[in-house]
């Protein structure tokens, strides 16, 4: 048994059912005691945030909705350097759990794009944020990703950015990097930095798998069973039935990944508590994952 306690236990029969039933299959069984629950408690009046079973970029809940949200916040204001007057693209966006926090933040000289191959979300967005707030709009990618998106048309490879060059101030993939393949996640970051403009910056979560990382997951004390190695793909997986269901990423290959996409990575890391480092108390759920920020080069 990797996971301990309670919470964890529920972890460990999540992740043992998703081994064996396909993607589609397991994300109607997941929801559907939600869609009953919105019934019973639906999102407050009054308030922007989605209902209880379109929460599926994260775990799930009105008060951890928000929270998650607020330590996003805090840290695209602190250590991401986000201002009002910043054009930001989140690359996977999920239904804007890090995004509500910002509407009353980013002034109308701002601009923020989110992006998501989970049409739902997206739409959900579109309709409950771009209604009240015009410089925040959303599109629907059909990217192709066994978990997310397996009836998605295109690969992810062949992803063009629907901008110029030299667009945004940030672009953001949190916990979508944790979802894709090495090459993959080469080309996101190569199209990111094209759309970056030549002060840009980008944040995107992982998880790591360096030498430290691997003692962790061997000796059942990391958050994630993350021991399956992909061959073909050179990567690792908790999941071997459906990979994008969580990805490691060697970190020496993805620091060469940035190098060869012309992105400087901003030194240290900050290495997550999936596997065990003690990470700050504000940021405790958002750097749960690696986080990497980096600059246009
Ligand atoms: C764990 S959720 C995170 C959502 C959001 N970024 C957050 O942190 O709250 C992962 C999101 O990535 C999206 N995603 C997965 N693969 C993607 C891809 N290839 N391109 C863009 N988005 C993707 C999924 O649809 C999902 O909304």
């Known amino acids: 048994m990797i996971y301990q306690g309670w919470g964890n236990r529920l ?8 081994r064996v039933l396909p993607a589609p299959a397991f ?8 869609k009953l629950r919105d019934l019973i408690q ?21 008060d951890i909705f928000r929270a998650n949200g607020r330590e996003a916040y805090q840290y695209y204001l602190s250590e991401v350097g986000v201002k009002p007057g910043s054009r930001i693209l989140d690359i996977g966006c999920g239904v804007g759990r890090k995004t509500i926090p910002l509407l009353n933040y980013l002034g109308s000289e701002g601009l923020y794009v989110g992006m998501d191959i989970d049409a739902n979300a997206v739409k959900w967005c579109s309709r409950n944020i771009t ?13 192709f990703n066994k978990f997310y998106n397996p009836a998605g048309r295109i690969e992810p490879a062949n ?4 901008f110029p060059d030299d667009s945004f101030d940030y672009v953001a993939l949190w916990s979508v990097f944790t979802h894709m393949y090495p090459g993959d996640v080469q080309h996101y970051l190569d199209e ?3 759309v970056l403009k030549p002060s840009g910056r980008i944040v995107a979560s992982y998880y790591l798998i360096n030498p430290h990382a691997k003692t962790e997951v061997a000796a059942g004390r990391a958050l994630w069973d993350v021991r ?19 990805i490691g990423l060697e970190e020496d290959w993805l620091r060469g990944a940035y190098e060869r996409a012309g992105l400087r990575i901003a030194e240290p890391l900050q290495l997550g508590g999936w596997a065990g480092r003690i990470v700050p108390d504000q940021f405790r759920s958002l750097n749960s994952q690696d986080i990497v920020i980096a600059d246009k080069i």
């Open 228 to 246: 399956f190695y992909l061959d073909a793909q050179k990567c690792w997986t908790n999941n071997p039935n459906i990979p994008e269901d969580l």
């Open 159 to 162: 992803l063009v950015l629907p």
């Open 11 to 18: 972890l460990n029969i999540t992740a043992a059912i998703k």
């Open 27 to 34: 994300n109607a069984v997941r929801s559907s005691p939600y």
């Open 42 to 62: 639906p999102p407050p009046a009054g308030e922007i945030i989605p209902p209880l079973s379109l929460q599926t970029d994260g775990p799930r809940g009105f």
């Open 192 to 194: 990111a930095r094209r």
């Open 131 to 143: 209604a009240e707030h015009p410089n925040f709009v959303f599109f629907t990618l059909d990217i």
